[in-house]
């Protein structure tokens, strides 16, 4: 594990392509400094690359984060996306020209001015806002707008329409398998060869779960084998 609780093996799949085709340099902007990129990466590997290490503050307290889960599964990376908030920045890979811009931050992610709370941290204890600010009851109303304004994640822009489409589909199936891990991708096969009818679902960009983050050679067939199978 590296001193600033990263892995290596997280840092690998932050930048592994997903496909097996050429990779292209590209340019993206992180709080308006131009990032170099490769086709294939994720913001979060661009950002790491180019030696990013605060992705996000805390919520209420505003303590620096870092990577953490690099799989989707926690808010330690999330940024805003061309006006989008609350993108996970290790899941979405990176394309040309992408605004990327820290939040809940002043006046930046890496010198956050509103990490100053923590000082007080003596004077804060678990849900002291629900003991503390009751009373006035007519005051309520200032400090929410407080807190609301110190606490929280990425902010909306209602003048931006954002241009995702959203479809459904109804889909049939025999077999059901959730997890495109090797477990999950060994049961699919497993039932297609019976003739089945098998969907695999995964929330992952590439099926293989950690035989696409591990290093050690003796996985390097068994990760090869899964990219050719999906």
């Known amino acids: 594990m590296d001193h600033d609780g990263t892995t290596t093996s997280k840092t690998h799949i932050l930048n592994q392509s997903t496909q097996k085709q050429p990779t292209t340099s590209i340019t993206i902007t992180y709080e308006n400094r131009e990032i170099p990129a490769r086709t294939g990466q994720t913001i979060a590997g661009a950002m790491y690359e180019a030696g990013v290490r605060i992705f996000s503050r805390s919520f209420k307290y505003h303590r620096p984060r870092g990577l953490l889960c690099a799989a989707g599964r926690c ?79 990425g902010k909306i822009d209602i003048d931006t329409v954002p241009d995702h489409t959203y479809e459904k589909e109804y889909r049939h199936t025999d077999v059901i398998v959730i997890g495109g891990g090797p477990a999950g991708l060994a049961a699919a096969l497993e039932a297609a060869r019976t003739g089945a009818g098998v969907i695999l ?19 390097e067939g068994e990760r090869e084998d899964t990219e050719t199978d999906s």
């Open 75 to 153: 808010p330690n990376c999330m940024v805003n996306v061309n006006g989008e908030p609350n993108v996970r920045a290790c899941m979405t890979p990176v394309e040309e020209g992408q605004e990327v811009k820290g939040q809940n931050a002043w006046p930046s992610v890496e010198r956050d001015a509103l990490s100053a709370i923590e000082l007080f941290d003596a004077f804060m204890p678990v849900g002291f806002y629900y003991k503390s600010m009751i009373r006035p009851r007519a005051l309520w109303p200032a400090y929410e707008s407080v807190i609301r304004r110190i606490a929280g994640l």
């Open 201 to 219: 679902v995964d929330d992952q960009q590439a099926l293989g779960g950690h035989l696409r983050t591990t290093m050690r050679p003796q996985y």
